[in-house]
């Protein structure tokens, strides 16, 4: 008996351990599959920009404080990191050539000039340095900035002056060909970190600043050497800022937001997005092609930020709505895209360079988000039909001649052939440009290009330099004695020819031929005496009959 209750104790407490287990068992949930929905079209197309197989991601000295692309083909890209400015193949990803000799701290900006010829980028012991691309030599340095350099920008389309700013909270507007400092531009009171030029016009820039504000400046104002013609307000310490493609918008970002604001408007504030939970740190506009219902492409312009939280988030601003967020190991400091839409690079705090191509499917225009958009419905196999962005739609019937029932014939425009002296003025070589404009012997040229020697105040060093002989000086001297008595180059003539004279006097008294040209200049310019003072005795003395026979 005294078994039989023990092994019925021992059967009620494992019964009773078998329902508590049974009553907090827990089963393991399932997977959520609201992360497993259909992607978009849109993050379809922002996906497909990956590095090729044989490509690693690049890891750099330090920090990559800034990317900027070519504006022209091959779309090559600079990034700055420690004191070195590397350029990159946008279509290798591979590193090109890479700049460091000149700089002694850390570069923190580069930019471009329209023509991918030059690049300036700043450094943190306050210079601004201009390079050729090609030959990668210094050209120029500017010297104004007592702190370090953080913004250092080309126009959209000038390219003889740029403008930077830095921790001395000054922006500075540069004439690059003399060195010279045209505007000093006071408004911010605190770190100057970024800044963006214009799209519609080479005359406007904006700057951002630590002090939490936007300003817009045009150096047109003559009041916007002591204060910018509009202020924004942002309310966090400002670390980048761009303008939008049509001119009227810009995208600021500071602390976890990015902000629109409406610069036509009076600078009115359009969005706020705070989908970061970190300091954004760069902006950039990226460019997809989308194909509209009625069959036709319109381009679509988004805006791009990166954060300290590793995010890069895809804003399409004219719906206010995030389209895609892609996350990365690292936080990250910049981000830039390519004109031509085929290439994204993205820099972090370590060094790591995550630059992405998009694959071109076809020919030239068919890798459009029109590849995703329209065909979500379709077979992979399905031929679509020829639209307007693609290249076989412009190609198809390229050889027909237009017969007379077209109504309208597109003719090919005719390529600019520049004169000699217009080449060499625009690579700087100011001697050899007067010396081609005197020898085509057109006094038209000749004249412009003096004038354009004076604006970039070369003009006497073009003298000073040349040969004393008769194939430049003689040259210079021959010109003066023949057009210094017209009219309409007189003024320029005679002065010049007065500063000739002062400056290459002992050449020209130790050369007989030059001597000559002196001679003749001097005796027409006396003969041009004698005749404006016979006009104007025959103008006295006809002045009183004139005026006698107006009162009859």
């Given at each position: 008996m005294a078994i039989d209750q023990s092994t019925a104790k021992m059967a009620a407490e494992e019964q009773s351990r078998n329902s508590l287990t049974k009553t907090f068992a827990v089963k393991p949930k399932l997977k959520s599959t609201l992360n497993k929905s259909t992607p978009t079209a849109e993050s379809k197309y922002w996906r497909s920009f990956k590095a090729p197989k044989d490509h690693q991601s690049k890891t750099l000295i330090s920090a990559i404080t800034s990317i900027a692309f070519a504006p022209t083909a091959p779309y090559d890209f600079a990034v700055t990191h420690s004191a070195t400015v590397t350029i990159f193949s946008s279509e290798t990803l591979e590193v090109k050539s890479t700049i460091s000799s000149p700089f002694k701290d850390t570069v923190s900006s580069a930019s471009f000039r329209s023509d991918s010829r030059l690049v300036a980028a700043g450094d943190h012991s306050g210079d601004v340095r201009v390079f050729d691309v090609k030959s990668r030599q210094p050209l120029r340095r500017l010297r104004g900035h007592s702190r370090p350099v953080h913004l250092v920008q080309y126009p959209r389309y000038d390219k003889l002056h740029l403008f930077s700013g830095g921790d001395d909270a000054v922006v500075k507007?540069?004439?690059?060909?003399?060195?010279?400092?045209?505007?000093?531009?006071?408004?911010?009171?605190?770190?100057?970190?970024?800044?963006?030029?214009?799209?519609?016009?080479?005359?406007?820039?904006?700057?951002?600043?630590?002090?939490?504000?936007?300003?817009?400046?045009?150096?047109?104002?003559?009041?916007?050497?002591?204060?910018?013609?509009?202020?924004?307000?942002?309310?966090?310490?400002?670390?980048?800022?761009?303008?939008?493609?049509?001119?009227?918008?810009?995208?600021?970002?500071?602390?976890?937001?990015?902000?629109?604001?409406?610069?036509?408007?009076?600078?009115?504030?359009?969005?706020?997005?705070?989908?970061?939970?970190?300091?954004?740190?760069?902006?950039?506009?990226?460019?997809?092609?989308?194909?509209?219902?009625?069959?036709?492409?319109?381009?679509?312009?988004?805006?791009?930020?990166?954060?300290?939280?590793?995010?890069?988030?895809?804003?399409?601003?004219?719906?206010?709505?995030?389209?895609?967020?892609?996350?990365?190991?690292?936080?990250?400091?910049?981000?830039?895209?390519?004109?031509?839409?085929?290439?994204?690079?993205?820099?972090?705090?370590n060094g790591t360079l995550y630059a992405g191509r998009r694959k071109v499917k076809g020919s030239v225009g068919e890798g459009d988000l029109g590849d995703y958009i329209g065909n979500e419905q379709e077979g992979p196999t399905r031929q679509r039909a020829l639209r307007p962005s693609y290249f076989r739609y412009f190609h198809r019937g390229q050889n027909e001649k237009p017969s007379q029932d077209d109504n309208y014939v597109i003719m090919r425009p005719k390529k600019v052939k520049l004169a000699a002296h217009d080449k060499l003025l625009k690579k700087f070589r100011h001697k050899e440009a007067l010396l081609a404009a005197l020898s085509d012997k057109n006094p038209e040229n000749v004249m412009a290009v003096m004038e354009e020697l004076i604006a970039r105040r070369k003009l006497l060093t073009c003298v000073s330099n040349l040969d004393a002989g008769e194939e430049e000086l003689g040259m210079l001297l021959k010109f003066l004695q023949r057009y210094s008595t017209m009219p309409r180059y007189a003024a320029l003539c005679m002065g010049l020819a007065k500063k000739v004279v002062e400056m290459r006097g002992e050449d020209i008294r130790s050369s007989d031929g030059l001597r000559r040209h002196v001679r003749n200049l001097k005796r027409d310019v006396e003969e041009e005496i004698r005749i404006q003072q016979s006009l104007q005795e025959i103008q006295g003395i006809i002045c009183p009959m004139l005026r006698i026979a107006a009162r009859r």
């Open positions: 507007y540069w004439d690059i060909t003399t060195e010279t400092e045209l505007s000093n531009l006071v408004g911010h009171k605190d770190y100057v970190r970024c800044g963006d030029a214009s799209p519609v016009s080479d005359d406007m820039f904006i700057s951002g600043s630590y002090d939490h504000t936007v300003r817009v400046w045009d150096i047109r104002v003559p009041s916007s050497n002591s204060g910018s013609v509009m202020e924004i307000n942002h309310g966090k310490p400002v670390e980048d800022v761009i303008y939008l493609p049509s001119g009227g918008l810009i995208a600021t970002a500071g602390g976890n937001s990015v902000k629109i604001w409406d610069v036509i408007g009076g600078g009115r504030l359009l969005h706020t997005m705070e989908s970061h939970n970190k300091a954004v740190t760069s902006l950039c506009v990226g460019q997809i092609g989308k194909r509209e219902s009625n069959g036709e492409d319109a381009n679509q312009y988004r805006i791009l930020s990166v954060s300290l939280d590793g995010y890069m988030k895809v804003l399409d601003y004219s719906k206010y709505k995030i389209t895609h967020s892609m996350r990365f190991p690292n936080p990250l400091l910049s981000v830039a895209f390519s004109p031509d839409c085929s290439t994204r690079v993205i820099g972090t705090s």
